[in-house]
């Protein structure tokens, strides 16, 4: 698969849509964000995201009631071996800070960014066709992986 070809060895830095996909199942991402997360639990990879991941994944849960969604997607963030929740700190909110000031950037993706960044990850996972080219870290895009 070419995704996974794709991969840096090193950390993978993962945005908040690849979780949505991979716990919810979607059924057109699922296939392409699944065989990250096994060779994340298998110690292939080390994946890494912002604690802004788990505030963008437990609205929709709490807003309609779900707290079993909520609960899973507390649990694949907090608690699964080879995933590294990046918290917001001083050093990752001036990163960002310094994103938003060099790039077209929103300050959630920068936050991202940052954190993947700050984690030594060369590679984002995202669905985000927005995200600039930004130095260091390579943008793969989940919908270029799709089959015609």
Known sequence: MGLIRDLAAGPIGIDTVAFIYFIEEHPTFLRLVEPIF????????????SS?????TLVVPYRTGNQALAERYEAI?????????????LA??????????????????????????????TTFVTN???LPDVPGLRI???RNYLKP
């Open 92 to 121: 990752v909110l001036r990163a960002a800070s310094q994103l938003r000031a060099t790039f077209p950037i929103k300050t959630p993706d920068a936050l991202q960014m940052a954190a993947a960044l700050s984690a030594g990850c």
């Open 77 to 89: 963030l907090t608690r699964s071996r080879g995933l590294r929740l990046v918290g917001l700190d």
């Open 128 to 130: 985000d066709r927005h």
């Open 52 to 56: 802004l991941t788990l505030l963008e």
């Open 38 to 49: 096994a060779g994340i639990d298998r110690g292939r990879w080390e994946g890494v995201t």
């Open 140 to 142: 793969l895009l989940l």
